[in-house]
């Protein structure tokens, strides 16, 4: 007998008389005890129910073949896209399966490579991750980030490039921070936090960001402040230095919304007060470059697809570029398009600027005036970025990738307008045999949603092919065209994969971002919804045929989804989800995300937030889809116990013969760092997980 056989026993979950009162409404909290991860408790919760999910992962036959599937098409050379500093070349390369991506420097392109950094030598289980790097103005030193068990905290140490040697520099609790290096190699500009209590490090709030100096060959007690704000505790600060080297550019920061503010000192005058260029949070400003005095901004400052302007710094604009009066304070250089900018940076003395087109990608370039040159040619409709370097540099290196091609890397000329293949991956499959479409679909309010379907060529639309429906809709995020090893099993198994480009993303400005946000979250359940009611409808698949899923803000997509019409899906996977909107700020970072959600502490954003928060809108004896809860014990951007309470919830009220579970894997956090090993598992997991619950042959 199997454990498919009979029904599933879940774990006991206690609960706690625990209950709140927002705004006169009395919300009980029965499994707040499981926000404490360390407990001896939750510990022991955690291991029962991981029992219960790996015992039932391991007896779906399908599984192992799977996984053997995985790995062979996991193991071929990844490379990423190179660049220069000072005389050398870096890039980034993985063998294959190689848990973590090893950072080579060479001094030509032609030249035989040296291993920088390999992570993979740190740990015996890859969870050791490089989380960042900064080099020197010469390229001869590289100031980098380590990353344990997938923590958002990092350390940083320097490295001598030519010798492979450390130096003495270690510096701790930095969290949401890059390096930026002083041209004379001297030091670099860094951000952190104060020292976190070591036993509540990974749930605690993180306030009171700090921007600092280090100066090579000093401990960081003797570090120079350079910016804090004691009076804005949810401020932070992002500091990097101009290509002359003469300015330190401080972007400030609140929360994830997309607006900030711009000061800037200037570092030939080292005894210089930073001075506050912008400072309201009326728009979004991002740094480009300077000519001296003159800066160039990226900006949607009443441009909601944004634009291009420059500022003199000699002529300051008012403390508000919105304005009536701030005519003349600054230059339009490159008008709003109707395309959205996505970004953009010098070479060649132009401007090379990413637009996105309905999601996929286009390469414009234009002249210092903002006169407009060409648009590069890209292979298809598809992803592409990278054009990195300095700004007299004439080459520059690009990635391409569609949902039916491997990431490759091409090597483009700004004189001849020529781009070049400089690596193909060899993948274990042939594109010919699949198909991407652009489809475009009415959500509830009649709003036209893209969303891209990917399959087999000769699809049958009989209303049976299992379908894998994928969403974010939040913080601006654009969901572009890419590649995905993981996406091919479920394309060669005969699945249908279904990326939608919901509200709150950034793919048609900040106009489509907003609509998603807040008192509009309801936008992008519905936009999903509707996404999946269309594939229905056009006969791509059934209800129990389809499967939900998403990460982070995609892991409440599929909660709010699968709480609000659980009839219309088969199977859902919410990963790392934000599961209890009443209180996600009160954990690390999760204050940050207010200006996205709105915040319980507001009467009438509790409101709209409570109506759909997936913890709190489980109803006893309601039947749910096949659910797998994914998250990680070291996750300390969402905290785990945001899917520790609403799989408690879930199982307590589920009343439906189809499994509910939660996979916690352990010495991982949100995401980034998570070791090949470790992803191959997981995706055998999820796709197995599917295989049994959508009864697809396999």
Not at 288 to 300: K, M, R
Not at 382 to 401: L, M
Not at 432 to 448: A, L, M, N, V
Not at 521 to 541: G, H, R
């Amino acid at each position: 007998m199997t454990q498919f056989d009979r029904p599933l026993s879940y774990p006991t979950t206690r609960k706690a008389e625990q209950t709140d009162d927002y705004h006169g409404v009395q919300v009980s909290d029965p499994y707040r005890w499981l926000e404490d991860p360390d407990s001896e408790e939750t510990q022991a919760w955690v291991e029962a129910q991981n029992a219960v999910t790996f015992g039932y992962l391991s007896q779906i036959p399908a599984r192992e073949k799977i996984k053997q599937r995985l790995t062979k098409l996991w193991d071929y050379e990844k490379y990423g896209i190179p660049f220069k500093q000072g005389d050398r070349y870096f890039y980034y390369k993985n063998d294959g399966l190689q848990n973590q991506s090893v950072l080579y420097t060479l001094t030509s392109l032609d030249g035989e490579p040296k291993v920088l950094i390999d992570p993979n030598t740190l740990s015996e289980d890859g969870t050791v991750a490089l989380g960042g790097i900064a080099l020197s103005e010469d390229g001869q030193l590289m100031a980098y980030g380590l990353s344990i068990s997938g923590s958002d905290w990092q350390e940083w140490k320097v490295r001598d490039v030519e010798t492979g040697e450390d130096l003495s520099d270690h510096l701790k609790w930095l969290k949401f921070s890059g390096a930026a290096w002083t041209h004379d190699g001297k030091g670099f500009f860094y951000s952190r936090y104060d020292e976190p209590n070591e036993k509540t490090k990974l749930e605690d709030v993180n306030y009171y960001q700090k921007l600092f100096y280090h100066k090579l060959g000093t401990p960081q007690s003797e570090d120079v402040l350079i910016c804090d704000r004691p009076d804005q505790k949810e401020w932070g600060f992002g500091g990097g230095v101009t290509e002359d080297g003469r300015y330190l550019i401080v972007a400030v920061w609140q929360g994830t919304e997309t607006k900030n503010l711009i000061f800037y000192k200037d570092l030939t005058a080292p005894e210089s007060s930073v001075v506050e260029l912008i400072n309201e949070f009326e728009a979004e400003y991002s740094f480009i470059d300077n000519d001296g005095s003159l800066f160039w901004f990226q900006t949607d400052l009443n441009a909601p697809l944004g634009r291009v302007i420059a500022i003199d710094t000699n002529n300051p604009p008012p403390s508000s570029l919105a304005a009536d009066d701030s005519q003349g304070k600054f230059t339009e250089i490159i008008p709003e398009a109707a395309e959205t900018l996505g970004g953009i940076g010098i070479l060649n003395n132009q401007f090379v600027a990413s637009y996105l087109k309905d999601a996929y990608t286009q390469i414009k370039i234009f002249n210092l005036d903002g006169s407009f040159a060409r648009e590069v040619a890209l292979p298809g409709i598809g992803s592409a970025g990278g054009f990195g370097g300095k700004r007299h540099d004439t080459e520059t290196f690009y990635a391409y990738t569609s949902f039916t091609t491997p990431n490759t890397i091409y090597r483009y000329n700004m004189l001849t307008d020529e781009s070049s293949v400089y690596r193909q991956p060899k993948v274990d499959f042939n594109p010919e045999d699949y198909e991407t479409k652009q489809i475009f679909y009415p959500s509830k309010d009649g709003t036209q949603v893209p969303m891209f379907v990917t399959h087999k060529k000769g699809l049958q639309l009989d209303g049976n092919n299992p379908t894998y429906l994928y969403g974010y809709g939040g913080f601006s995020i654009s969901l572009t065209p890419s590649f995905s090893l993981s996406r091919l099993v479920w394309l060669e198994m005969g699945g249908v994969y279904v990326t939608a480009c919901l509200r709150g993303g950034g793919e048609y400005g900040e106009s489509w971002h907003q609509a998603g946000t807040k008192l509009n979250k309801q936008n992008v359940f519905d936009d999903f919804i509707s996404a999946a009611e269309w594939l229905i409808e056009n006969k791509y698949t059934k209800p129990a045929k389809l499967a939900i899923a998403g990460g982070s803000n995609g892991g409440l997509l599929v909660g709010a989804c699968m709480t609000q019409r659980p009839e219309l899906f088969g199977a859902a996977l919410p990963a790392v989800g934000v599961l209890d909107m009443l209180r996600f700020h009160k954990f690390t970072i999760g204050h940050a995300w207010v200006p996205e959600y709105g915040s319980s502490e507001n009467s009438a954003e509790f409101r709209a937030i409570h109506a759909y928060s997936p913890l709190h809108n489980l109803k006893a004896g309601t039947a749910y889809p096949a659910t797998m809860i994914t998250t990680a014990d070291h996750d300390d951007r969402v905290v785990p116990a945001h899917s520790f309470k609403f799989a408690s919830a879930l199982q307590a009220t589920h009343a439906g013969e189809k499994p509910v579970l939660i996979r916690i894997e352990t010495k991982a956090g949100h995401g980034g760092g998570k070791p090949t090993a470790k992803v191959i598992e997981e995706l055998a997991d999820e796709w197995a997980f599917l295989v049994r619950e959508l009864d697809i042959n396999v």
